[in-house]
């Protein structure tokens, strides 16, 4: 894979672990902790003692003005600044035109008039002994409560407990759903006809049309000033929405006033370009974070950067030592690479129940969900080296949806669940077991007829006590008596783990056996794996909250990072390629390129994405999403030398194919395929 080359590169790479710059210029310490300056990304003079060691402090930003909330963040202090308005604390990180709005608004009981922009508002500060108040981890500052619910109805809806009614009858029938197999019986001698509705049966029209109306307007977003139903809907309903309107409301609330408005203003552009009349005023500025790391310690290279850089408001940039390749299309393969990483069976993560799959990485159609931990090896330091992966996890994820970039880890459904079932006081069921590990819920399935049968003998009023006894020493299930399994109480798959002291040493009988099928879900879906969910969520919310993602369903969750069906048709691909210098979409060369692309299998899609645009999928919305546009150009050739003889070569910073024009179809295919699986792992030029 051929890149734009970059007019710095390391003196001795194999001395530190990655190299950092920063936008504009970046402060930089030698091995003995002199500080040394370093030029910015766009100066090409050489320069000295560039890198950073890994195990340095980060550097230091060129100076630029830091808001309030960030200077308290940055340096501890005994005291702070409390600013208020009528009498009524305002959150540091809330915008001043968002705190005169909400007090208008209620002064004038939900109704506002011009007099706001010529009215005095005088807002009065002091200073207030003790640390600062805990304030929201999301850039965009919105942790003041402007709706306070009653009985769980929010302020907006109080108004229409009709409205409300309706409202938590759909949200309790939409939960239903979503989680069919908790609904299914799981009893083999009844049946129960479900149909599962789509998830558009419940989105409304008409609401989305007024949220997205909503979120149009840049100044109100920017403000945070967004009416109080759309946030109350979009966070308790969202169900109400699809899922594109969802994704804007989260990239304009969740990912800060620069990103938004970066996105807002990217999304004008084109119009701004049409009509030079429409200019829009500049907004924001995004900074970009550069790192260079080692290609041979990738996942170590992204632990070290995920702790100084994940929680950065920068845009994170990655290049490689020894490589020249810089810009978007390294950075996608080092978010790809590394949730390739993160699923590597050695780092003993995930539950592995494929024995079919890769000898390196946890594969299997349900997905990753953590492997159960006991009690004791939580406090161990292979539990503590678990929990602190987990940790940096939800770093990168939350990292990568921030910065727009693709991951390819395919979680589990179920994983998204873990908190919120708790938090609700609902049980862990079979069918949920099932989601994670079909053949643990066979086995438990088949555990349970036993229980089932010994309810019916205790049920039943025409048999006598002593009968009562006797029969239930006497349950057999197809011929199977419950002693005859000689389980004991440790987790099945994990004899190390025992579901409660000395569970080694206890049987598995008739009269504990429904104690014994609570404790294995418990471990499996609750206790066992709680922790490591938590520390995901922990550091997710590093970034910006994970209560955001509420606005997602989990299985909308696994599609975004992970697992998704692509749409390869011929007529999608013809719509969403760019033909260019020396091709037409008339051309042969493109049509055959259209025609190979679409009777690729799965895996070999893969390797195709990986290879022209550094990730091995594609963004949400498919090819017509990719930015810049899927482009082909002809790659001449140099004789003596046809163009049968050339390979391929991209430029995945702006997807970019460079095609030879090959005289078919099958020698395009070949050649295609072979610059697939050999330009990978490096960028260079070509």
């Known amino acids: 894979m051929d890149e734009e080359p970059d007019a710095s590169t390391p003196d001795d790479p194999s001395a530190i672990d990655f190299e950092v710059a920063q936008s504009g210029g970046v402060t930089a310490r030698k091995e003995d902790g002199t500080k040394v300056a370093t030029p910015s990304s766009t100066d090409k003079r050489p320069a000295e003692q560039k890198q950073t060691p890994a195990t340095s402090t980060p550097p230091a930003g060129a100076s630029r003005p830091m808001s309030y909330a960030s200077a308290l963040q940055a340096v501890p202090q005994d005291w702070h600044i409390e600013f208020s308005l009528d009498d009524?604390?305002?959150?540091?990180?809330?915008?001043?035109?968002?705190?005169?709005?909400?007090?208008?608004?209620?002064?004038?009981?939900?109704?506002?008039?011009?007099?706001i922009w010529s009215a005095t508002h005088p807002i009065k500060f002091r200073r207030v002994s003790g640390p600062p108040p805990t304030e929201s981890t999301s850039f965009t500052a919105n942790s003041e409560v402007?709706?306070?619910?009653?009985?769980?109805?929010?302020?907006?809806?109080?108004?229409?407990?009709t409205t409300a009614s309706i409202l938590r009858l759909l949200n309790i029938l939409h939960e239903l759903n979503e989680?069919?197999?908790?609904?299914?019986?799981?009893?083999?001698?009844?049946?129960?006809g479900l149909n599962i509705e789509p998830p558009s049966q419940f989105v409304s029209t008409k609401l989305t049309a007024k949220l997205n109306r909503q979120l149009e307007e840049p100044l109100i977003v920017a403000s945070s000033c967004l009416p109080s139903w759309s946030e109350d809907l979009a966070r308790l309903y969202p169900f109400l929405f699809p899922f594109e309107t969802r994704h804007l409301f989260l990239q304009s609330t969740s990912f800060g006033y620069a990103r938004s408005m970066a996105r807002w203003q990217n999304a004008q552009a084109e119009e701004n370009r049409r009509d030079r009349h429409n200019e829009r005023p500049f907004l924001g500025r995004l900074q970009r974070q550069k790192?260079?790391?080692?290609?041979?310690?990738?996942?170590?290279?992204?632990?070290?950067?995920?702790?100084?850089?994940?929680?950065?408001?920068?845009?994170?940039?990655?290049?490689?030592?020894?490589?020249?390749?810089?810009?978007?299309?390294?950075?996608?393969?080092?978010y790809s690479t590394v949730s390739k990483e993160f699923a590597k069976k050695k780092l003993r993560?995930?539950?592995?129940?494929?024995?079919?799959?890769?000898?390196?990485?946890?594969?299997?159609?349900?997905?990753?969900?953590?492997?159960?931990?006991?009690t004791e090896e939580l406090s161990t330091p292979n539990g503590e080296r678990i929990l602190h992966l987990f940790k940096i996890l939800g770093k990168f994820v939350a990292r990568s949806m921030i910065d727009s970039r693709i991951i390819d880890i395919h979680f589990n459904p179920t994983f998204f669940r873990i908190s919120d079932t708790v938090a609700a006081g609902v049980k862990p069921s079979l069918g949920a077991v099932k989601v994670v590990d079909p053949g643990?819920?066979?086995?438990?399935?088949?555990?349970?007829?036993?229980?089932?049968?010994?309810?019916?003998?205790?049920?039943?009023?025409?048999?006598?006590?002593?009968?009562?006894?006797?029969?239930?020493?006497?349950?057999?299930?197809d011929g199977v008596r419950l002693d005859d399994l000689c389980l004991d109480f440790t987790l099945p798959g994990y004899p190390g783990i025992?579901?409660?002291?000395?569970?080694?040493?206890?049987?598995?009988?008739?009269?504990?056996?429904?104690?014994?099928?609570?404790?294995?879900?418990?471990?499996?879906?609750?206790s066992g794996v709680r922790a490591q969910v938590d520390a995901f969520r922990i550091g997710f919310s590093q970034v910006f909250p994970y209560t955001a993602l509420s606005a997602f369903t989990p299985a909308e969750l696994v599609t975004l990072f992970g697992k998704v069906n692509e749409d390869w048709s011929l007529e999608t691909l013809t719509d969403s390629i760019k033909a260019d210098h020396g091709y037409n979409m008339d051309s042969n060369s493109v049509k055959n390129l259209l025609q190979v692309m679409s009777e690729f299998d799965l895996s070999e899609r893969r390797e195709f994405l990986q290879f022209i645009t550094g990730s091995p999928k594609l963004p949400i919305g498919g090819f017509r999403s990719l930015t810049p546009m899927f482009t082909v150009v002809c790659k001449p050739s140099e004789h003596p030398y046809t163009s049968d003889d050339y390979l391929p070569s991209v430029m995945t910073?702006?997807?970019?194919?460079?095609?030879?024009?090959?005289?078919?179809?099958?020698t395009m295919r070949k050649r295609l395929i072979t610059a697939m699986k050999e330009g990978q792992g490096a960028f260079h030029l070509s």
Not at 146 to 161: M, Q, V
Not at 297 to 326: C, D, N, P
Not at 510 to 525: A, E
């Open 440 to 477: 643990l819920a066979r086995s438990l399935k088949a555990i349970k007829k036993y229980s089932i049968a010994k309810k019916e003998i205790d049920e039943d009023p025409s048999r006598t006590p002593a009968q009562k006894v006797t029969d239930t020493e006497h349950i057999s299930i």
């Open 349 to 374: 993560l995930w539950r592995d129940i494929d024995n079919t799959g890769s000898d390196e990485f946890v594969s299997g159609p349900s997905g990753l969900f953590p492997r159960p931990l006991s």
């Open 291 to 334: 790192v260079r790391i080692s290609r041979l310690k990738i996942l170590e290279s992204a632990l070290k950067v995920m702790e100084l850089y994940g929680a950065s408001q920068s845009i994170l940039e990655v290049e490689y030592f020894e490589e020249v390749g810089t810009g978007l299309g390294p950075t996608l393969e080092f």
């Open 88 to 115: 009524k604390v305002i959150p540091n990180e809330t915008t001043i035109y968002r705190a005169v709005f909400m007090s208008a608004t209620k002064a004038e009981d939900q109704h506002i008039n011009r007099s």
């Open 498 to 526: 025992e579901l409660e002291a000395n569970g080694s040493q206890k049987r598995v009988t008739i009269d504990n056996v429904d104690n014994y099928l609570d404790k294995v879900i418990d471990m499996t879906l609750g």
């Open 146 to 161: 402007d709706s306070e619910s009653t009985d769980g109805i929010p302020a907006s809806l109080a108004k229409n407990p």
């Open 653 to 666: 910073c702006v997807n970019y194919l460079k095609l030879p024009n090959y005289t078919d179809h099958e």
């Open 179 to 192: 989680n069919i197999e908790d609904v299914l019986v799981t009893n083999d001698q009844q049946t129960v």
